[in-house]
């Protein structure tokens, strides 16, 4: 008889089907693993569970109860909490303070210090944390952070605890405490949601699992028992792989963009790599092995500490993103929301705004000129929106995607095209029709640079793949070298297996 | 019924409408509002928040913010009278007013856009520097203007409206035009609406906002100018708290705090609504201290307003 329960639950995006009919139920005192590719729709199921998100139909219940939450704060008083990859402790206060935050013992307003510090001592011993109460958060390590929030849900006698990506950021000796742990509130008969995509860990650690893939429920498996670690990875996956990328072999040309051991802040070992007219090279890594960081230094935006980067060997001497523009390399960022669209705007202005200086006089814009670039886009790109006037926060990610690839392309003389995780939250037809793009602008003689941290991406769409690890370029193989081992083998950090990551 | 008003004033045009609506009520419900003379006297009284609100649309539309107006208005002001006192010459006493007010703004724009300083603190505290040189330069005494003819600037009129009138009008225009249709406007928008991305962009961000700033201490120069004029002195005590009427009749016009939304039209009226409130009020001879409270529950009003607006156009 399970204890929580999910019930086909459905839930659309604008353009995009998150969830839907997602059934599976978990009994009590269990570890229950939840996995799937990026996109696959575990966050937003998280989501749901956390009442951050609702449901557009089904339902969620916890022994036999249907849960229907308002808010977060809803389910919080429910037993239901969510501890995100993102903690949220108040660095300032004390771990005493916020594990009382909220529920501070008081009279008349006035904390009563000894208490709170009794009724936290209390609680914290007995879930078996070593944790000094009178520390603040700030000077805590992030594996101790982690720590203080699953003694929060203990503090509220949670009843379902779900972790999303806990390790991600521990080391390995963290880890091993924070399983420890985990088994404890197993014992004690919790229900504990375990999001990871590390197979090694939900193998050790779960009682129970299901797979989503593309928003749907790609296996449960009641026990792990039978279950190999092969066949889970297939129902991530679940397609053929060659289905969807579509790789035209291409012939490369002259060297188009040479980078020479270019550093920066947040880049310390000098980098340096070469992209030939035609060609897609891949960078492949883990989250933070400093793939972004490298791309933004060869686009300008952030400062460089030194080395240089030439473009059909004339030298780039751009300090910032126009100067790089003008020179013919573009940068289409990884973070959409933050560094892409410009909230509030139109279509139109969002393709133009760096294009239009081709054909404006004196600074006055010509309407006709601009008018035509976002019509010719649109329909090039096939952004699916009513009107290039519609603001583009309105539009999906994909299309949100291929606004800004327009935003690129209506600039005359690209050379380097620049795409950092192109195909995040993007769904799998519009996929498609990026890839092709990117074939099709390397056909016409761009050289074009893709940051992925999927494995199947870079190995299906790119000719030349670089690998990094920590800050430096690890390893460099060409197509006929792809093997999945030797890549992630070179992004993986010593201590970890390539079992590790799974997709 | 209610659905289609609410689709009204909760629209594009909606304070457009609910400015006529008033027109409207206060031109039937209070003598002696529509008359020529009136009119002209109400468009004289918004002249010089006018001219200040097309810049500040600019400030506030790239999600900055100015409270140094007020002193530079009156600090150019000083600088006009007396420059043109000494020197005999109203032209070189325009242009050194004009160019104080764009050399205060550059200093603003500079240190926001360049030292990465709030914009809130740094005029903040230009807004005090300024205002102590214009009552250190007159010992905080009002300068009398020498030459009747600068008197003229205020007094003199072209088909019988009043040259500040068609000064304010002109930079109406000007300023529409620029937000519309040009680089510098729609950048402006761009960075109010999400600054990294323009940058990301190709958009010259600092440099933009530099403009901004100067641009606003040009237009304040020129506000001060015509402010003197009118007041025959240079006051050092002039325009105190002007900014708060200029941001207020912005925000009534519809432009975001948040930054990206700015329409010249909806600043129009938006001044103009401050001006007839304040108009009415003065006609049927409500005490000025009521005035403080109807102008700040108009102002809370018009929020709650685009408030309301804004999480209607998030769910289309």
Known sequence: MSFLDFSQITKTYPGVKALSDVSFGVVKGAVHGLMGENGAGKSTLIKILSGDQHADEGEISIDGKVQAYASTRDAFDNGVIVIHQELQLVPELTVAEN?????????????AGRRMLEDVGAKLKSAGIDIDMRRKVKTLSIGERQMVEIAKAIMLDARVIALDEPTSSLSSRESEILFALIDRLRGEGKVIIYVSHRLDEVFRLCDSLTVLRDGKLAAHHASLKDVTRDQVVAEMVGREISDIWGFRPRKAGDVRLKVEALSGAKLRTPASFEARAGEIVGFFGLIGAGRSELMRLVFGADPRTGGAVTVDGKGIHATDPHGAIRAGIVLCSEDRKHDGIIQGRSIEENINIS????????????????????????????????????????????????????????????????????????????????????????????????????????????????????????????????????????????????????? | MTDQL??????????????????????????????????????????????????????????DFDLSVGSIVAFAGMVAVMASNATGSILLGLLSAIACGAFVGFINGVVIAKFRINALITTLATMQIVRGFALIASDGRAVGINSPDFYQLALSKLLGIPTPIWVLAVLFGIFGFVLNRTVFGKNTLAIGGNPEASRLAGVNVDRTRIWIFTLQGVVCGIAGILLASRITSGQPNAAVGLELSVISACVLGGVSLAGGRATMSGVIVGVLIMGIAENAMNLLNIPAFYQYIVRGVILLLAVLLDNLRSSALGRR
């Open chain 1, 99 to 111: 594990l009382s935050l909220g529920r501070f013992p008081a009279s008349a307003g006035i904390i």
């Open chain 1, 355 to 503: 294009s239009r200086r081709h054909h404006t006089r004196f600074g006055v814009l010509n309407r006709a000129s601009e008018i035509a670039t976002a019509e010719t886009f649109i329909k090039k790109l096939k952004v699916r929106t009513p009107s290039r006037n519609q603001d583009i926060i309105n539009l999906s990610g994909g299309n949100q995607q291929k606004v800004i690839l327009g935003r690129w392309l209506s600039e005359q003389g690209v050379r380097v095209l620049i795409v950092d995780e192109p195909t995040r939250g993007i769904d799998v037809g519009a996929k498609s029709e990026i890839y092709e793009l990117l074939y099709q602008l390397a056909e016409d003689g761009m050289a074009i640079v893709v940051v992925s941290s999927e494995l199947p991406e870079v190995m299906g769409i790119c000719d030349r793949i670089l690998v990094m690890c920590g800050g430096r370029i690890n390893a460099e193989l060409t197509r006929d070298q792809f093997a999945e081992k030797a890549i992630l083998a070179a992004a993986l950090p010593d201590k970890k297996t390539p079992d590790a990551i799974a997709s």
């Open chain 2, 6 to 63: 609410k689709k009204i004033l909760l629209g594009e045009q909606g304070l457009v409408v609910i400015f006529l609506v008033a027109f409207a009520l206060v031109s039937a419900l209070v003598p002696n509002f529509l008359t020529d003379r009136n009119m002209l006297g109400l468009l004289q009284s918004v002249v010089t928040v006018g001219i200040v609100a097309c810049t500040m649309m600019f400030c506030l539309a790239a999600r």
